[in-house]
């Protein structure tokens, strides 16, 4: 049988052959132009395949259904052509597959080209950056999105992966209208483990909306809205359950611990355990639990509980114009916190539904 490398230069396809190799599905492709059947053929018969440098046209996502086994690398300069729509700029689907970034490479999605400081509400539609759709079993490895126009990264309807060092750079959205710009968003996914991430941005570091079985740790959130599950209620799924947050730093973020279920929906939120988080300038709220998101009549609704919600070794800084904790929800129950130190906040505002017989208090 034979090993076909394929190389993409300007346009032209050259096809290599080497010897001695078992089957055609070893073959290693790399692409330096952006060709959808050549991808497409890529897809189909190579190994490994090698995305380098390549420009995606506007309105057009990178979409492999990756066979089983495959290892996509992306290398050097990867971009997007402006266009208004939802996306996702990239949409990978496979089983036991790994994605992967080579040391030189950058996925820079020029999230300014689409920011006019409203994000998802603003007149300039916004497309997701970076999806994994039904992956099993994959890893996905040392990827750099640098300005995502929107959210970042997600994973849904996946099961078994793991996604670690990974870094969203959304540095530039702080002064030139970068909003909604969620590093990681997990839904409908179990299985699924976060780790060794550094996420710089203008809305969640994390935020799991709905899954089972969800570990993230040993990472660094700085900006936007902290390491959130929810928001919660209201879509197809709404059940969050069987989920460790651990070894975490958060800085300069409005939030930091957060559980944020929707007004007036159902589903759970259950065994959410956060442990070994430092806290540092939070700008608004150092914890906060509220069962009103989405609503403006200041209203907790208790469609979507609160249970086994698990506090351990919380401490760090709130700004004096902050809260150091804030709970409004209904429902909620067997809460437990050990060695909860959140200071500096200065305000104290109105809690409503904490367990009875935790001995949590807001200050």
């Not at 970034?101 to 300039?124: F, Q, S, T, Y």
């Not at 069962?291 to 401490?315: C, Q, R, W």
């Amino acid at each position: 049988m034979i090993k076909m490398t394929f190389l993409v230069v300007g346009g032209f396809l050259i096809l290599g052959i080497l010897a001695d190799v078992q089957s055609t599905f070893a073959a290693t492709c790399t692409i330096t132009t952006y060709n959808e059947d050549l991808i497409k053929d890529a897809e189909k018969n190579c190994a490994t395949i090698t995305l380098n440098g390549i420009s995606v046209p506007a309105g057009v996502t990178l979409d492999l259904n990756l066979n089983e086994g495959t290892k996509l690398i992306f290398q050097g300069t990867i971009t997007w052509e402006f266009f208004q729509w939802n996306g996702p700029l990239v949409n990978l689907t496979g089983t036991n597959v790994e994605i992967s970034g080579a040391p030189d490479h950058l996925l820079d999605v020029r999230g300014n080209l689409w920011w006019d400081g409203k994000g998802e509400g603003g007149a300039i539609i916004k497309p997701v950056s970076f999806v994994v759709h039904r992956l099993k079993n994959s890893i996905i490895r040392d990827i750099n999105i640098k300005n995502p126009s929107y959210h970042a990264i997600w994973i849904e309807e996946s099961h078994g992966v793991i996604a670690q060092d990974v870094y969203v750079d959304s540095i530039d959205g702080d002064t030139l209208g970068g909003k909604n710009t969620d590093g990681f968003n997990v839904w409908t996914s179990n299985n699924v483990t976060i780790q060794r991430i550094r996420v710089y941005n203008q809305d969640d570091c994390v935020a799991i909306k709905s899954g089972t079985n969800i570990v993230v740790k040993d990472s660094y959130c700085s900006g936007g809205h902290g390491l959130s599950i929810g928001s919660v209620g209201g879509r197809d799924y709404n059940i969050v359950e069987n989920v460790s947050v651990s070894n975490i730093e958060i800085v300069d973020s409005d939030n930091g611990v957060r559980i944020k279920t929707n007004y007036g929906t159902t589903g759970s939120v259950t065994n959410v355990t956060y442990e070994n988080v430092t806290l540092k300038d939070i700008n608004k709220y150092g914890i906060r639990v509220h069962g009103d998101y989405g609503s403006h009549d200041g209203i907790a609704t208790g469609g979507v509980p609160v249970k086994e919600f698990n506090l351990k070794n919380i401490t760090g800084t709130v700004k004096e114009t902050g809260v150091n904790i804030h709970i409004f929800v209904k429902n909620a129950s067997d809460w437990h916190w050990t060695d909860v130190n959140v200071t500096g906040g200065k305000v104290i505002k109105e809690c409503d539904g904490i367990p009875e017989d935790s001995g949590i208090s807001c200050y």
